[in-house]
C-alpha cells in the first residue's frame, strides 16, 4: 500500500524555522511535491524536486525554503526558514506514480506575528 507520512508541522513565531518531512512507502517517486491550502482556497504547489535533485520553488517561498530528498530513505524535506504569517497553511506531501496521484494526510504549520 502506498503511503505519505508526514510529519515536522508545529507553531513558530514569524521569522522562525520547521522542516517537514515525508516519508513515503512502497514506490519510489521520480517527482515530489509540496503544496499547502488554507482554509476555502485550492492547494498550492510550493515546491518540487525531481529524482536527479532539481528543485523548483514558488515565487512566494523562492530564497526562504528548500526542498531536497534523500533517495536511500525514499523521504522529502522541506526546509522552511524566514516564515512569515502567511505561511500558515496544511503543508501537503505528494507524488505521481503511473497517472495516479499519491497525497500524505497533511501537517499543520502555523506562523505567529
Known amino acids: 500500500q502506498v503511503q505519505l507520512v508526514e510529519s515536522g508541522g508545529g507553531l513558530v513565531q514569524a521569522g522562525g524555522s520547521l522542516r517537514l518531512s515525508c516519508a513515503a512507502s512502497?514506490?519510489?517517486?521520480?517527482?515530489m511535491d509540496w503544496y499547502r491550502q488554507t482554509p476555502g482556497k485550492q492547494r498550492r504547489l510550493v515546491a518540487t524536486?525531481?529524482?536527479?535533485?532539481?528543485?523548483n520553488y514558488a515565487d512566494s517561498v523562492k530564497g526562504r525554503f528548500t526542498i531536497s530528498r534523500d533517495n536511500f530513505k525514499n523521504t522529502v524535506y522541506l526546509q522552511m526558514n524566514s516564515l512569515k504569517p502567511e505561511d500558515t497553511a496544511v503543508y501537503y506531501c505528494h507524488g505521481e506514480f503511473s497517472g495516479n496521484d499519491y497525497w500524505g494526510q497533511g501537517t499543520q504549520v502555523t506562523v505567529s506575528s
Open positions: 524536486i525531481t529524482g536527479g535533485g532539481s528543485a
Open positions: 512502497a514506490i519510489i517517486f521520480n517527482v
